[in-house]
C-alpha cells in the first residue's frame, strides 16, 4: 500500500481527494486545542501555499472558532483567484447554542455557503451528532432530514457523517443516507475503537476519511510530557505504549508522528487523512511522513506494542 499525493475516489460519491487532507481547524486560532495564536494573514496564506502544494483537499466545519476557519479559507480562495479544478473543500453542519434542529442545519449550510464562497458545498458532514438525542435528530423535519432535502435540493452534492463514539455513529450509518464516514481518533496506532464502523462501511460502499491519527498530539509529542489522547486522560497502558513506540521509530530513524500518519496513509479503507497543518513548513513535512518507507518488521513492532481494547475511546 502506498501513498501519494495523486487523486483518488472517495466512496461513490464521484468525488475526489487527496491522500492527506488539510485540517481547517487551526485557521480559525483555536490556542486553547493546539497550544498557539495563528493570525489571520498567515492562516490565508497557508492555504494558498496548500493550493500550491500536493494537498488536494481541505477539510473544515461552520463551527471551527465561530466560522473563522471558513471566513479565511474563502479568503483565500478568492485571493488566490478561485478554486483549482482539482481541489475539494469539505465542511461539516453544525449546531448554535444547542440547537440543532433543522432549521439550524439550513442556517448552518447558508453560513459556510457564505464564507466559503463555494456553491454547491460539494460534500457536507453531519457534524458531531452523538453530543444530540438520536430521536430528534433522525425525527421528520430534524436535521439528518434538513441535509437530505439540502442535497436534493443541491445545495449540497453529497452528504457525510462526521463523530466520535463509534457506537452512536453506527445507528446514524446504519440510516442508508450517508455517502462519507468521518472517524477521528479511534483508528490509530493505539486506539482501534472504530474497528467494526469500518467494516460497516466498507459493506455499504461508503467513503472513508480518518481523522486526528496523532491523538490530539500526544503521538507527536517527543517530549512525553503530554498525557491526554483523544481528549481525556490516557490510560496508564496507553502512555506506557506511546513510549515503548517513541523509542521503536527513534531506532528506525523516523518519529512517532510520521508512523502515526503513515499508518492511516497505508490502509487502503482510508480515501484521505486529515491532518492539521498551520505552518508552511509543515506541509513538505506531512507530504513526507504520509508516504514513509519502513518495512513491514517496523509496523509488526508497533503492532506489538497495541493497548489492549480496554484501554480504547470506546471501549464496551
Known amino acids: 500500500m502506498t501513498a501519494s499525493t495523486s487523486l483518488r475516489p472517495l466512496g461513490a460519491t464521484g468525488l475526489s481527494v487527496s491522500a492527506v487532507t488539510l485540517g481547517g481547524a487551526p485557521l480559525g486560532s483555536m490556542p486553547e486545542n493546539f497550544g498557539h495564536e495563528v493570525?489571520?494573514?498567515?492562516?490565508?496564506?497557508?492555504?494558498?501555499?496548500?493550493?500550491?502544494?500536493?494537498?488536494?483537499?481541505i477539510d473544515t466545519s461552520n463551527g471551527y472558532s465561530d466560522g473563522r476557519s471558513e471566513d479565511r479559507i474563502g479568503r483565500a480562495i478568492a485571493e488566490f483567484g478561485g478554486l483549482p479544478d482539482d481541489v475539494l473543500v469539505i465542511?461539516?453542519?453544525?449546531?448554535?447554542d444547542g440547537d440543532y434542529s433543522g432549521e439550524r442545519v439550513r442556517r448552518s449550510i447558508a453560513e459556510s455557503t457564505g464564507r466559503l464562497g463555494i456553491r454547491p458545498l460539494p460534500l457536507v458532514h453531519l457534524h458531531d451528532p452523538e453530543f444530540h438525542d438520536f430521536d430528534a435528530m433522525t425525527a421528520p423535519g430534524g436535521a439528518v432530514d434538513a441535509l437530505v432535502e439540502a442535497k436534493e435540493r443541491g445545495d449540497v452534492g453529497h452528504i457525510g457523517l462526521a463523530g466520535g463514539d463509534v457506537r452512536v455513529m453506527r445507528r446514524y450509518l446504519d440510516l442508508g443516507v450517508f455517502e462519507v464516514l468521518?472517524?477521528?481518533?479511534?483508528?490509530?496506532?493505539?486506539?482501534?475503537?472504530?474497528?467494526?464502523?469500518?467494516?460497516r462501511a466498507v459493506d455499504l460502499g461508503v467513503g472513508i476519511v480518518n481523522a486526528a491519527?496523532?491523538?490530539?498530539?500526544?503521538?507527536?509529542?517527543?517530549?512525553?510530557?503530554?498525557?491526554?489522547?483523544?481528549?481525556?486522560?490516557?490510560?496508564?497502558?496507553?502512555?506506557?505504549?506511546?513510549?515503548?513506540?517513541?523509542?521503536?521509530?527513534?531506532?528506525?530513524?523516523?518519529?512517532?508522528?510520521?508512523a502515526a500518519l503513515r499508518?492511516?496513509?497505508r490502509d487502503d479503507r482510508f480515501a484521505s487523512t486529515i491532518v492539521g497543518i498551520s505552518r508552511p513548513e509543515r506541509i513538505q513535512q506531512t507530504l513526507d511522513a504520509a508516504a514513509l518507507d519502513r518495512p513491514q518488521e517496523f509496523w509488526d513492532e508497533l503492532e506489538s506494542l497495541l493497548p489492549s481494547p480496554a484501554n480504547w475511546l470506546d471501549a464496551d
Open 39 to 57: 493570525a489571520e494573514a498567515d492562516a490565508v496564506a497557508l492555504v494558498q501555499d496548500v493550493l500550491r502544494s500536493g494537498i488536494r483537499t
Open 182 to 199: 468521518l472517524v477521528h481518533n479511534r483508528w490509530t496506532l493505539v486506539d482501534r475503537s472504530a474497528g467494526p464502523l469500518l467494516d
Open 213 to 258: 491519527v496523532l491523538g490530539g498530539g500526544i503521538l507527536a509529542d517527543e517530549t512525553g510530557r503530554k498525557t491526554d489522547y483523544g481528549y481525556r486522560a490516557a490510560s496508564a497502558e496507553t502512555l506506557d505504549a506511546i513510549a515503548r513506540m517513541r523509542e521503536v521509530c527513534r531506532r528506525w530513524e523516523t518519529t512517532l508522528a510520521a
Open 263 to 265: 499508518f492511516s496513509t
Open 91 to 96: 465542511t461539516k453542519t453544525d449546531q448554535r
